[in-house]
Structures are given as C-alpha cells and as structure tokens.
Nanobody
Framework: QVELAEFGGRSVQAGGSLGLSCAASGGIFSSFTMAWFRQNPGKEREVVAA????????YYTDSVKGRFAISRDNAKKTVYLQMNSLKPEDTAVYYC??????????????WGKGTLVTVSS
C-alpha cells in the first residue's frame, strides 16, 4: 500500500515563499510520476505541477510557471514544491499524488490528505 503525507502548509503573506514536501511510503518511489494538485471549496481540483518518474518531463500549470518549482529526491522518497511570489489566488488545499503511469494526464493512483496553504494580501 502506497501512502503519501504532505507537510509544510501554513499561512503566508502575498509575495512570500513556501516549500511543501510529500513523503511516500510503500511502492517503488522512483517508478512513480509525482504531482501536486490544489483545490478550493466549490472548485475542481487542478494539477499544479508534475514530474515524471525518470525526470523525463516536468509540467506546470500556466498560472504558476516561473513561480513554482517541483523536484524529487528518490533516495528520500520525497517530492517537493517550492512556491515563490505567492498570490492570494494560490490559497488552496494542496495535495500530493502518485501514479505508475508515464505522466499525470491519465489520472493519479494514490493521494495524500492535503495541506492547507493560505496566502493573505
């Protein structure tokens, strides 16, 4: 059984930076495509960033390009999301997710419980 646990969510001022991490247990982490999603009440969950299992591809949604960076450490079984120049619209619950697929577009197989990021203006 694969389990994912997110860490790092908190309140931050607009323009600030915040780093999230997601630790995985179970499975072969290096074989997972990992992704960060976010969701606000009443809105659909959206993919924020994704990194393929072989570092072959990295994806960012347009609204975070140039501000967020996803990375992974296979030895630590951890994926990170560095968020800079945060905006109030980045406020959301951020979820870590994993899949055996080559990329995130076919859906994710495992999900964390989420961590809340609040950006105040």
């Amino acid at each position: 059984q694969v389990e994912l646990a997110e860490f790092g969510g908190r309140s931050v001022q607009a323009g600030g930076s915040l780093g999230l991490s997601c630790a995985a247990s179970g499975g072969i982490f290096s074989s997972f495509t990992m992704a960060w999603f976010r969701q606000n009440p009443g809105k659909e969950r959206e993919v924020v960033a994704a990194i393929s299992w072989g570092h072959i591809s990295v994806y960012y949604t347009d609204s975070v390009k140039g501000r967020f960076a996803i990375s992974r450490d296979n030895a630590k079984k951890t994926v990170y999301l560095q968020m800079n120049s945060l905006k109030p619209e980045d406020t959301a619950v951020y979820y870590c997710a994993a899949t055996w697929r080559l990329d995130h577009t076919g859906g994710m197989d495992y999900w964390g419980k989420g961590t809340l990021v609040t950006v105040s203006s």
